[in-house]
């Protein structure tokens, strides 16, 4: 079966960094996203891997581990405009979201 | 450049009464996903089109929901019957064939009382 696992909820201190993981199991990988929704809105794309290692891009970095079926996004010097839920999705032959992380940044 | 767009951005109907949401694509974009969002819970996949053809339609519930893309840009997701379980955020993307960007639209607030 496909499965995509993420916490739920995190809370985070502004300036501070944070960390949101995700773990898969599905049938076939072709990469994995993670997008950026805020409430009330569509998600936003924030990074595509598909090779093993760190990508970043700004404040916002994705790393991928495909032996272990897993991935992380940080998010360093946090603002209080990345309050939003984070949304790990792996491309199979289709491409399967994540339930969602909704990321608290406390001023 | 115009984005995704989705009409209506609401919808109110009655269980039983038949639906259609639409979408337009990005210009030039091959590549066509309908998805389904509840409230709390990710995105789920329905249907994907390459051009005017469904790729993979796996993820309709049942025979109730119907999508066509005639022309291969606009797109309808037709819904028969509806029932309240049908109530979410039905969102649509688009990216260029070979390309690992998807562009959702603002999405169209499905409530069936």
């Known amino acids: 079966g496909q499965n995509i696992d993420q916490p739920t909820e995190m809370t985070a201190t502004e300036g501070a960094i944070v960390q949101i993981n995700c773990t898969y199991q599905?049938?076939?990988?072709?990469?994995l996203f993670w997008y950026q929704q805020h409430a009330g809105e569509a998600p936003t794309f924030l990074s595509y891997?598909?090779?093993?290692g760190l990508e970043e891009k700004g404040r916002f970095s994705s790393f991928l581990s495909r032996s272990k079926g897993y991935s992380y996004l940080l998010l360093k010097e946090l603002q209080m405009k990345d309050s939003a839920s984070y949304l790990c999705?792996?491309?199979?032959?289709?491409?399967?979201f994540g339930k969602g992380t909704r990321l608290h940044i406390l001023p | 450049g115009a984005g995704v767009s989705q009409t209506p951005s609401n919808k109110v109907t009655e269980k039983g009464k038949y639906v259609e949401l639409r979408c337009d694509p990005i210009?030039?974009?091959?590549?066509l996903y309908w998805y389904r969002q509840s409230l709390g819970q990710g995105p789920e996949f329905l249907i994907y089109?390459?051009?005017?053809?469904?790729?993979?339609d796996s993820g309709l519930p049942n025979d109730r929901f119907f999508a066509v893309r005639p022309e291969g840009s606009v797109s309808t997701l037709k819904i028969q019957r509806t029932e309240r379980g049908d109530s979410a955020v039905y969102l649509c993307?688009?990216?260029?064939?070979?390309?690992?960007?998807?562009?959702f639209g603002p999405g169209t607030r499905l409530l069936v009382l």
């Open positions: 993307a688009s990216s260029l064939i070979g390309a690992e960007t998807q562009y």
């Open positions: 999705a792996v491309r199979d032959d289709k491409i399967i």
């Open positions: 089109f390459q051009g005017t053809g469904a790729a993979d």
């Open positions: 891997n598909v090779l093993d």
């Open positions: 210009s030039g974009h091959t590549a």
């Open positions: 599905t049938s076939g990988f072709n990469g």
